[in-house]
């Protein structure tokens, strides 16, 4: 039956095409790996886009100010809260992962702040957020005196949401 699908597809193991899971899962934004244990896990696919500067300092701020994001690997909005980063700038980003199956599992922090959707912020002002946001809206609730500039920037789609 592996073989007959397979061939309906047109993969075979000697091809120099990818496999389809790992089609699938670029497109999804994780990897299935086993870890060590024989337990499968999950690895987020790593960032595509590059950061801005402005980006990457209020990264360095929302860091210095203790502001950290929650999140999970199969979480659409958190997938792009990241992408809206870019990849140096995201490197800055205090982040806990909330899924029990990825490889770097917090799930008792999560449980501890009341986190129950995805992407959420906490800052040490106090202040908390929920939703896929514009760097200039995460500037604006972390209090970031620092200017940025809209056109450098991709924004989140009007419907923008969270993953509960």
């Known amino acids: 039956m592996t073989s007959l699908v397979a061939a309906l597809i047109g993969y075979t193991p000697n091809s120099h095409a990818a496999p389809p899971f790992a089609v699938i899962s670029e497109e999804l934004g994780y990897f299935p790996v086993t870890n060590s244990v024989g337990e499968t896990v999950f690895v987020p696919a790593n960032i595509k886009r590059s ?3 402005q ?4 990264a360095g701020f929302l860091k210095s100010s203790g502001a950290v994001m929650y999140g999970t690997f199969w979480c659409p909005h958190c997938r792009r809260q990241k992408e809206i980063f870019g990849n140096e700038a995201w490197a800055k980003i205090p982040y806990v992962e909330c899924a029990s199956n990825d490889y770097k599992s917090d799930q008792k922090l999560c449980t501890a702040n009341d986190i129950t959707g995805f992407p959420t912020w906490k800052f040490k002002n106090g202040k908390e957020a929920s939703g896929e946001m ?17 056109s450098l920037e991709i924004e989140p789609p009007e419907l923008a949401g969270s993953c509960r």
């Open 51 to 53: 950061s801005s500067s």
């Open 55 to 58: 980006a990457i300092d209020l």
């Open 134 to 150: 514009s760097l200039q809206q995460l500037a604006k609730i972390a209090g970031y005196k620092g200017k940025l500039e809209d």
